[in-house]
């Protein structure tokens, strides 16, 4: 982003690969070598879950996120990262794999 051309824009990047909650559980069990299961429940009790762990600017965050994902928007890729990078982007098992200490332990 450093070079001419940029300046206004506005850009969509995604990772390489469609994701569902599902798929992220899945990679994260992969990741981890430990089982992890993914329930879909409404937001409001997935709010009311985590009310008082996280502050409310993060949880209307992952809220947000949360609905996103529920809704397929997730499902959208994009090759943004790769036309402006010349690399193509991470995925999420790459991800997963590389911080996979992070995710161990919750």
Partial sequence: MTQSGHLGKTYTL??????T???IATSLTRATRSQITFSDVEP???GQY???ILPSWQLDGLLEDYAHYRRGEAART???VTEIT????RSFDEFATEFSAEFVGY
Avoid: E, R, V
């Fill in 44 to 46: 409001a009790q997935f």
């Fill in 21 to 23: 909650h599902q798929d």
């Fill in 14 to 19: 995604t990772g390489p690969d469609s994701l």
């Fill in 50 to 52: 985590l009310q008082g």
């Fill in 86 to 89: 010349g690399k193509t982007g």
């Fill in 78 to 80: 994009t090759n943004t």
